[in-house]
């Protein structure tokens, strides 16, 4: 019998969370139910029950996909992104196209929403991984963390009380207005950040503890700290596993899952007062999900950098996407080679794009210009996040298949793509 594929209506929950259940182990030993599914769309407002995909066969629903929305920060701009998540297709049914046809569809959606770009995380390699891959999802970035035991933590705290400055307490509920806008400006500096409502930060963050997607613990498994000398100047926050309920951790793991400054000298600070809270609450295994800032390298050279998931992007309309993006190119431009009148082109599998630079701003359109280069998707991607600057893949033949510009053309390239540091915090994660 053929498979039926149609957006969620009421009555489905049940079937998906068993599918889900049956396909991710997590899922399963975590004992997801249908109220957790059905109370994650009051914790986070980028889940919406209307945008998960089925695929059913005789009233039984054998494939899912959950299509979640994000407002990722590149800078001082947003993009739209359509996040992929739980792409599951029940055992029985698997290499028949199932997972394909409904990633499709939630692209298909993402273009009628306007959300510019749809964004995943998975294994390197997985059976989810060659699906995406076959249909032009591309290689962004690797997620970093660095792990550590007692003895890297002792060895790094040894160097960061060296420049502890400023008092350390715990997050309260009046701080969380100076939070949310340290984590907003923070955020520009960090390609992958992303835009949180009030709502978000007291139901994910406050109120409980989410670690990743729908997976949460109480308010007390969080660690949740700021700075100040005459105001709050930064936070931190991480996770402890010793205090979890619902899932099963065997060791005694940590997780630093995020941490703001305005300012990059406070960060030492921050991490060493949440690695310091942490070792007393008993924690053995710590692992850091956050950049390698200049500020934190001495510390951080005492952990072990390890790479996890993949995230992949597809870019589902690159027009609109350097629309999304022009007040913050607009800025570069500005910044590295002043007010010029130029025209550039972008072309890459998802599209090519013209910049009509006049004065100090962006007009978008399609189309090629006499300045133009042509990129693979993985390049297209990594220079959009700043993962690669164009000037580093200009040294790496694999991105890069053909420049045909002046070297004003390859100043004006290597001005709006810089290297710049990529983060998303695993409370964000889908
Ligand atoms: C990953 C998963 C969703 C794939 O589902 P699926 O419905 O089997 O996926 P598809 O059928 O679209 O594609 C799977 C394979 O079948 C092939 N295929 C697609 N249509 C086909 C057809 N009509 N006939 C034969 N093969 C086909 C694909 O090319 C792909 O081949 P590959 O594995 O060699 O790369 C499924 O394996 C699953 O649920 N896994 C557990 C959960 C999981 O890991 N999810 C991903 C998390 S990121």
Redesign the pocket.
């Known amino acids: 019998m053929e498979a039926k594929f149609r957006r969620y209506k009421p009555g489905d929950e049940e079937g998906i969370v068993e599918l889900m259940k049956t396909?991710?182990r997590t899922f399963n030993s975590w004992k997801l139910s249908v109220m957790d599914w059905i109370g994650y769309e009051g914790d986070d407002d980028g889940f919406s029950r209307e945008n998960a995909l089925v695929a059913e066969i005789d009233g039984e629903i054998i494939?899912h996909v959950q299509l979640m929305h994000r407002r990722i920060r590149i800078g001082k701009s947003i993009i739209d992104c359509g996040g992929i998540a739980n792409?599951?297709?029940h055992p029985k049914?698997?290499?028949?196209?199932?997972?394909?046809k409904l990633m499709q569809m939630a692209l298909d959606i993402c273009q009628e929403k306007g959300w510019q770009i749809s964004s995943?995380f998975?294994g390197y390699g997985?059976?989810?991984y060659?699906?995406y891959r076959?249909i032009g999802y591309a290689n962004t970035t690797f997620i970093h963390e660095y792990v550590g035991t007692c003895e890297n933590v002792d060895n790094a705290l040894k160097i960061m009380r060296r420049h502890n400055r400023n008092g350390i307490s715990e997050m309260g509920e009046e701080d969380l207005n100076a939070v949310m806008k340290i984590h907003d400006e923070y955020g520009r500096k960090i390609s992958g950040y992303c835009q949180r409502s009030e709502e978000y930060w007291r139901r994910k963050i406050m109120n409980k503890t989410y670690y990743q997607s729908f997976f949460y613990e109480g308010r007390d498994a969080g660690i949740r700290i700021v700075s100040e000398d005459d105001e709050v100047n930064g936070y931190a926050l991480a996770f402890n596993t010793l205090k979890a309920s619902r899932s099963q951790w065997t060791d005694r793991v940590g997780i630093v899952m995020e941490l703001g400054a305005i300012e990059g000298r406070n960060l030492c600070n921050l991490l060493n007062g949440i690695l310091n809270k942490m070792r007393k609450e008993g924690i053995k295994i710590f692992r850091l999900r956050i950049p390698m800032h200049e500020e934190l390298n001495e510390a951080l050279n005492h952990f072990e950098p390890i790479n996890g998931a993949i995230y992949m992007d597809y870019i589902v309309n690159q027009k609109k996407l350097f629309e999304a993006m022009k007040g913050e190119l607009e800025e570069r431009i500005i910044e590295k080679c002043g007010e010029l009148d130029y025209e550039i082109s972008i072309g890459s599998p998802y599209g090519c794009t013209k910049l009509e630079i006049s004065g100090g701003d962006i007009n978008v359109a399609e189309g090629k210009a006499k300045n133009h280069i042509q990129v693979t998707n993985d390049g297209i991607t990594k220079l959009i996040y700043g993962v690669k600057g164009f000037k580093e893949m200009l040294n790496e033949s694999k991105y890069i298949i053909r420049i045909e510009a002046d070297g004003e053309a390859i100043k004006i390239f290597e001005a709006i793509f810089p290297k710049r540091i990529f983060q998303i915090s695993p409370i964000d994660e889908w």
């Open positions: 396909c991710f494939g792409v599951s297709t049914h698997r290499m028949k196209g199932i997972a394909t995943l998975t997985s059976d989810g060659r699906v076959k």
